[in-house]
C-alpha cells in the first residue's frame, strides 16, 4: 500500500440503529464546534476594530461601515466560490479518494488568486461608489482610506478558507480556531499600532486599521498554511503538488457551485441593508434599535453557522460513500441539533432582551431606543430559529452540491415575499419599524421551509 493510500479513512460505522444517531450526533458536534468558534473570534476580531476606530470619533465609525460594506460586497463574490472547496473535497475524502481532496483544494487556491484580482476594483474605486450612493464627501474619502488598507487582504482571506474547508473537510478543523483565536490579540495590537502610532510607529488612522486586517490576513494564511505542509495528516495530500497546473474541469464545476453561494449571500445581505434602509426612512430610533437587534442575531448566528459548515462536511462524507441513509441521517441531525440550540439561545435572549439593549444604549436619553430594541428582540425569536435553520439546511444541500435551486428560493423568499411584507407592514400599517421585522420573519421562514422540503426530495432520490 502507497503512502498516498495511508492516508485517513473516513470512519464508517456498523453500529446498531438506535446508536447511528449518537454516532452522528457526537461527530457533528466535534467538528461544528470549533467551527462556531473559529467565527466567533471572526466576530471578537471585528468588534475590536470597531472598538479602537471608534475612539477617532462618529464620523471615523461611519466611513468604517460605509467602507467595510462596500468591502463585504466584493468579497462575497469571492467567499461563495471558495465556499465550494468544502463539499467537493468532502464528497473525495468519503470516497477515499485523496488525489481528489487535493484537486479540490488546489482549485480552490487558483480560483482565489484569480477572482481576487477583479473584486479589487470594488474597494479600490470606493470613493467614487459611496458618493454616487449619495454618501458625504469626507465620509467617502474617510471610508477610502480604510479600504486602501484592506483590500490587499482579500487574496490571503480567501486562500485561508479554502484550506479551512480542506480542514473541516478532512474532519481537521481545529488548527483553524487556534490559528483564529491567535490571530485576535495580535489584530488588536496592529490596530492599535497602526491606527494611533503608538510606540514608534506611524499614525496612519483608517488606512492603518485596514492594513493591520491585511496583515493578518497574511498571518493567518501563512499559519494555515504551515499546518498543512508540515503537519499531520494534511502533509499526506501534498496540496501544493503540481500547483502550476490549473484543473479546468474542476474549476468550472467549483465555479457551479459557488457561483450559486456567493449570489444567495448577497441576497441576504442586500435584504438587510435594505431594511436599514426602510428603518431610517421610520425614524433614527428605529434604524439604532435594528442596527442593535442585528448585530445581537450576528452573533447568534455564528452557532448555527458552525453546524451548518458541518453539516456540509458530514452529508459530503456520505454522498461520497454513496450511502443515502446516512446523507439523510447527517442532515436532520445537524438541523434538530441546530433547532435545540437555536431555542435554547433565543430564549437568553428573550429574557435579557432589555438587560442586552441596554448593554448598547447606556444613557437615560436613549429609553425609546432600549424599548424598541427590547421589542424587535422578541419580536425576532421567530427569526431567531428560522435562521438557524435556512443556514443549516442550506449546508447540508451544498454537501449534495445543490446550490442553484437554493438561490432561486432565497430571491423569492427574501425579496418577493420578505422585503414585501416588511414594506407594506412598516409602511402601510401601525406596526412601523415592528412591521418591518416581521417582514423579515415571514422571508426567512417561506425559505427555510422550502429548503427543509428541497433537502427531504434530494435525500430521498440520492442512490435511487
Same mark, same amino acid.
Given at each position: 500500500?502507497? %503512502?498516498?493510500?495511508?492516508?485517513?479513512?473516513?470512519?464508517?460505522?456498523?453500529?446498531?440503529?438506535?446508536?447511528?444517531?449518537?454516532?452522528?450526533?457526537?461527530?457533528?458536534?466535534?467538528?461544528?464546534?470549533?467551527?462556531?468558534?473559529?467565527?466567533?473570534?471572526?466576530?471578537?476580531?471585528?468588534?475590536?476594530?470597531?472598538?479602537?476606530?471608534?475612539?477617532?470619533?462618529?464620523?471615523?465609525?461611519?466611513?468604517?461601515?460605509?467602507?467595510?460594506?462596500?468591502?463585504?460586497?466584493?468579497?462575497?463574490?469571492?467567499?461563495?466560490?471558495?465556499?465550494?472547496?468544502?463539499?467537493?473535497?468532502?464528497?473525495?475524502?468519503?470516497?477515499?479518494?485523496?488525489?481528489?481532496?487535493?484537486?479540490?483544494?488546489?482549485?480552490?487556491?487558483?480560483?482565489?488568486?484569480?477572482?481576487?484580482?477583479?473584486?479589487?476594483?470594488?474597494?479600490?474605486?470606493?470613493?467614487?461608489?459611496?458618493?454616487?450612493?449619495?454618501?458625504?464627501?469626507?465620509?467617502?474619502?474617510?471610508?477610502?482610506?480604510?479600504?486602501?488598507?484592506?483590500?490587499?487582504?482579500?487574496?490571503?482571506?480567501?486562500?485561508?478558507?479554502?484550506?479551512?474547508?480542506?480542514?473541516?473537510?478532512?474532519?481537521?478543523?481545529?488548527?483553524?480556531?487556534?490559528?483564529?483565536?491567535?490571530?485576535?490579540?495580535?489584530?488588536?495590537?496592529?490596530?492599535?499600532?497602526?491606527?494611533?502610532?503608538?510606540?514608534?510607529?506611524?499614525?496612519?488612522?483608517?488606512?492603518?486599521?485596514?492594513?493591520?486586517?491585511?496583515?493578518?490576513?497574511?498571518?493567518?494564511?501563512?499559519?494555515?498554511?504551515?499546518?498543512?505542509?508540515?503537519?499531520?495528516?494534511?502533509?499526506?495530500?501534498?496540496?501544493?503538488?503540481?500547483?502550476?497546473?490549473?484543473?479546468?474541469?474542476?474549476?468550472?464545476?467549483?465555479?457551479?457551485?459557488?457561483?450559486?453561494?456567493?449570489?444567495?449571500?448577497?441576497?441576504?445581505?442586500?435584504?438587510? %441593508?435594505?431594511?436599514?434602509?426602510?428603518?431610517?426612512?421610520?425614524?433614527?430610533?428605529?434604524?439604532?434599535?435594528?442596527?442593535?437587534?442585528?448585530?445581537?442575531?450576528?452573533?447568534?448566528?455564528?452557532?448555527?453557522?458552525?453546524?451548518?459548515?458541518?453539516?456540509?462536511?458530514?452529508?459530503?462524507?456520505?454522498?461520497?460513500?454513496?450511502?443515502?441513509?446516512?446523507?439523510?441521517?447527517?442532515?436532520?441531525?445537524?438541523?434538530?441539533?441546530?433547532?435545540?440550540?437555536?431555542?435554547?439561545?433565543?430564549?437568553?435572549?428573550?429574557?435579557?432582551?432589555?438587560?442586552?439593549?441596554?448593554?448598547?444604549?447606556?444613557?437615560?436619553?436613549?429609553?425609546?431606543?432600549?424599548?424598541?430594541?427590547?421589542?424587535?428582540?422578541?419580536?425576532?425569536?421567530?427569526?431567531?430559529?428560522?435562521?438557524?435553520?435556512?443556514?443549516?439546511?442550506?449546508?447540508?444541500?451544498?454537501?449534495?452540491?445543490?446550490?442553484?435551486?437554493?438561490?432561486?428560493?432565497?430571491?423569492?423568499?427574501?425579496?418577493?415575499?420578505?422585503?414585501?411584507?416588511? &414594506?407594506?407592514?412598516?409602511?402601510?400599517?401601525?406596526?412601523?419599524?415592528?412591521?418591518?421585522?416581521?417582514?423579515?420573519? &415571514?422571508?426567512?421562514?417561506?425559505?427555510?421551509?422550502?429548503?427543509?422540503?428541497?433537502?427531504?426530495?434530494?435525500?430521498?432520490?440520492?442512490?435511487?
Amino acid at each position: 500500500m502507497t %503512502s498516498i493510500e495511508k492516508l485517513e479513512r473516513v470512519p464508517t460505522t456498523h453500529a446498531a440503529p438506535e446508536n447511528q444517531f449518537v454516532l452522528e450526533l457526537t461527530e457533528t458536534l466535534r467538528l461544528s464546534a470549533p467551527m462556531a468558534l473559529t467565527q466567533l473570534g471572526q466576530i471578537a476580531m471585528m468588534t475590536t476594530d470597531l472598538a479602537f476606530i471608534g475612539r477617532l470619533g462618529d464620523e471615523a465609525v461611519a466611513a468604517a461601515a460605509l467602507g467595510h460594506t462596500v468591502f463585504f460586497v466584493s468579497f462575497t463574490f469571492g467567499l461563495g466560490l471558495v465556499a465550494a472547496v468544502a463539499p467537493l473535497a468532502a464528497q473525495a475524502f468519503g470516497a477515499r479518494d485523496p488525489r481528489q481532496v487535493r484537486r479540490a483544494v488546489r482549485t480552490g487556491l487558483w480560483v482565489a488568486l484569480l477572482v481576487s484580482i477583479p473584486i479589487m476594483i470594488l474597494p479600490l474605486r470606493g470613493e467614487q461608489i459611496l458618493l454616487a450612493l449619495g454618501q458625504a464627501p469626507q465620509s467617502a474619502r474617510l471610508g477610502q482610506e480604510y479600504l486602501f488598507g484592506l483590500v490587499w487582504g482579500i487574496a490571503p482571506a480567501l486562500w485561508f478558507i479554502a484550506i479551512r474547508g480542506f480542514m473541516g473537510a478532512v474532519n481537521r478543523p481545529e488548527p483553524v480556531l487556534w490559528i483564529t483565536l491567535a490571530a485576535i490579540p495580535a489584530n488588536a495590537l496592529l490596530v492599535y499600532l497602526l491606527l494611533y502610532g503608538n510606540w514608534g510607529f506611524p499614525r496612519l488612522g483608517l488606512f492603518g486599521a485596514g492594513l493591520a486586517t491585511t496583515i493578518v490576513n497574511i498571518g493567518t494564511f501563512l499559519a494555515s498554511l504551515w499546518f498543512v505542509m508540515w503537519r499531520r495528516p494534511f502533509r499526506k495530500y501534498h496540496i501544493l503538488a503540481r500547483l502550476w497546473r490549473i484543473d479546468w474541469p474542476l474549476m468550472r464545476l467549483l465555479v457551479a457551485i459557488g457561483a450559486p453561494i456567493s449570489l444567495s449571500m448577497l441576497m441576504e445581505y442586500g435584504l438587510f %441593508s435594505s431594511a436599514a434602509i426602510l428603518m431610517g426612512l421610520i425614524s433614527t430610533t428605529a434604524l439604532a434599535a435594528h442596527q442593535v437587534a442585528l448585530q445581537v442575531t450576528a452573533i447568534l448566528f455564528m452557532v448555527p453557522l458552525g453546524i451548518g459548515m458541518a453539516a456540509t462536511v458530514r452529508v459530503g462524507h456520505a454522498v461520497g460513500r454513496g450511502d443515502a441513509a446516512a446523507v439523510r441521517r447527517a442532515g436532520y441531525v445537524a438541523l434538530w441539533l441546530g433547532i435545540a440550540l437555536a431555542v435554547a439561545l433565543t430564549v437568553v435572549v428573550v429574557l435579557w432582551r432589555f438587560g442586552i439593549a441596554g448593554l448598547f444604549f447606556g444613557n437615560a436619553t436613549s429609553h425609546g431606543a432600549i424599548e424598541l430594541t427590547a421589542v424587535l428582540l422578541l419580536v425576532g425569536a421567530t427569526y431567531f430559529i428560522t435562521d438557524a435553520i435556512q443556514t443549516i439546511v442550506a449546508g447540508a444541500l451544498r454537501g449534495l452540491n445543490d446550490t442553484r435551486v437554493p438561490l432561486l428560493f432565497a430571491v423569492v423568499s427574501y425579496w418577493a415575499i420578505g422585503f414585501t411584507l416588511a &414594506c407594506v407592514l412598516g409602511f402601510k400599517t401601525s406596526l412601523g419599524a415592528v412591521g418591518v421585522w416581521v417582514g423579515l420573519s &415571514c422571508g426567512t421562514a417561506v425559505y427555510a421551509v422550502a429548503l427543509i422540503l428541497r433537502f427531504r426530495r434530494l435525500a430521498l432520490r440520492f442512490g435511487t
